[in-house]
């Protein structure tokens, strides 16, 4: 018998499942130092889009 406050689902209730692919994760350990890190190289793995958080320069209209 369940207790008060813990329901019981039905069996073919089912959680939704995440339909977005994996963010991939940082490989390696922290490595101590002031070293710049190497730049992104385009192509190679990351979200599909891209977000700019303001116009790029070359649609912005002049003062």
């Given at each position: 018998m369940a207790k008060q406050g813990m329901a019981r689902p039905d069996v073919t209730h089912t959680q939704p499942r995440n339909t977005e692919p994996p963010v991939p994760q940082i490989q390696g350990k922290a490595?101590?130092?002031?070293?710049?890190?190497?730049?992104?190289?385009?192509?190679?793995?990351?979200?599909?889009?891209?977000?700019?958080?303001?116009?790029?320069?070359?649609d912005q209209e002049e003062l």
């Open positions: 490595k101590p130092g002031k070293a710049k890190a190497n730049p992104i190289v385009a192509g190679t793995s990351g979200p599909g889009l891209k977000v700019y958080h303001q116009k790029p320069i070359t």
